[in-house]
């Protein structure tokens, strides 16, 4: 046996050793620290979007690739092991229906806003997708378009900003979530799929029968920026093995509706975080007012309520990004999802919601085991844009468009000519 052949038995010994103490690492924390979740990998053969190449061996990465092979095998294995002894979120019983229930204020403010477009539910689906793809790929291609961190790598993204990346192991499927898109319902999907949530034992079955308050409880889903605890130095890499094999997709909207719904949602109801927050802030810093009461409701007995002019001030000031980043609310989508980093595979717009659904479940293979829970009828809709906006002034709905651009240019709206002109 030469030297160079007891090099790489040394070497593969070496990494089946590392590989070997991270996974006692992960089970050990997998017990200990986060026993409320379960580690995600596929039982099911996931939908292969392209092949690996295969290594050649006389290729300088192939000792790389061995890595990826033997980590992704031992992660799987763990995984399944995890699965089939049923660690599963489990969440105390309601009393009544845990099927959502909303008041007629609610309804009428909160996500369930669709609108739709004539012109696009006519076009024939896969067409339609194909376009939007086509648009998206062409933009994130064409040099001279540019938007702040358009032109980074996927290693370049922090982990805390891969937070919105949902992921099923079951089905080989990845999630981007923007809210106010009918996130809640896609949500509620990608539960379902991945079986990470169960009632008294039992995996949800019906999308709808998953109350609010889990949906969105962020120990329910398994999401990228999760990955670095569990997997360490080997997260990354993992993360590129998955969106290689993995069906990806995500939901978007007009941006400026996207923005009114937020608002409606988040300061036209009583929300004492948003109040606390957003609310206090903005109304002391655009409107003057120098004492406020301390509970949202208060404020609302009192008649003081954040404006959309105010709301629209505050996307504008440059001093707000500089105490923290955009709420995930109105922060632009290609910042929560990064389409130029990430090939998506499907592209849906919530004004096509139900054909897009219908399609993408399809897609996925699963639209035998649930469907996408009916939309309610239109209530934010596009053409209330003008309204809305009327009283504000155009220098600002202009700097609100640059702000929003990339969105509107990578997702296919048309610019707002209408609002950007006396």
């Known amino acids: 046996m030469d030297t160079m052949t007891k090099s790489r038995f040394f070497r593969l010994w070496l990494v089946l050793g590392s590989v070997f103490m991270i996974l006692l690492i992960i089970v050990y924390w997998d017990n200990m620290g986060t026993a409320h979740l379960y580690l995600h990998t596929s039982l099911s053969r996931p939908h292969i979007l392209q092949p690996f190449p295969s290594p050649k061996p006389g290729d300088g990465k192939y000792f790389t690739a061995s890595i990826e092979e033997i980590l992704e095998k031992l992660l799987s294995a763990h995984a399944k092991q995890n699965i089939l002894l049923g660690r599963k979120v489990e969440q105390p019983s309601l009393l009544a229906s845990s099927k959502p229930v909303l008041s007629n204020m609610e309804e009428s403010v909160r ?5 739709s477009h004539d012109a696009q539910q006519s076009l024939d689906p896969d067409r339609r997708q194909a376009e939007r793809r086509s648009v998206l790929r062409g933009f994130c291609a064409n040099s001279s378009f540019v938007f702040p961190a358009k032109e980074r790598s996927f290693d370049d993204i922090p982990n805390y900003e891969l937070n919105h990346l949902i992921v099923d192991d079951r089905h080989g499927v990845i999630y981007c979530y923007v809210p106010k898109v009918a996130c ?12 990470s949530l169960s009632d008294q034992g039992t995996p949800y079955r019906d999308p709808l029968d998953i109350p609010r308050e889990y949906v969105h409880n962020s120990s329910t889903h398994l999401t990228f920026n999760k990955f670095w605890r569990r997997y360490g130095k080997f997260s990354r890499h993992l993360m590129k093995v998955k ?3 993995y069906t990806k997709f995500l939901f978007v909207r007009d941006p400026f509706v996207r923005l009114i719904s937020a ?24 409107s003057n007012h120098t004492s406020l ?30 105490l923290a980043p955009f709420n995930e609310h109105w922060r632009q989508v290609h910042r929560l999802c990064h389409p130029c980093q990430i090939d998506y595979d499907f592209v849906g717009k919530l004004e096509t919601l139900d054909q897009d659904a219908t399609q993408l479940l ?45 969105d509107f240019v990578l997702f296919g709206y048309p610019k707002p000519e209408n609002l950007l002109r006396d």
Request: aromatic letters at 18%; charged letters at 25%; hydrophobic letters at 40%.
């Open 111 to 115: 996500g369930y806003d669709w609108s």
């Open 184 to 195: 809640t319902n896609w949500k509620r999907v990608m539960i379902v799929l991945s079986q």
């Open 263 to 286: 608002f409606r949602s988040k300061f036209e109801l009583e929300n004492e975080e948003f109040y606390q927050k957003f609310a206090i802030p903005m109304l002391k810093m655009y």
């Open 293 to 322: 009461p301390k509970s949202v409701s208060e404020a609302f007995s009192a008649g003081l309520r954040v404006s959309f002019a105010n709301f629209i001030q505050y996307l504008l000031d440059p001093h707000t990004e500089k």
């Open 362 to 406: 399809r897609l996925l293979k699963v639209d035998k085991l649930l469907q996408f829970p009916p939309s309610y009828r239109n209530r934010t809709a596009s053409s209330w844009e003008e309204g809305w906006f009327a009283k504000i002034p155009l220098a600002w709905r202009q700097q609100l468009y640059k702000l929003y651009e990339a």
């Open 243 to 245: 969106l290689k094999k």
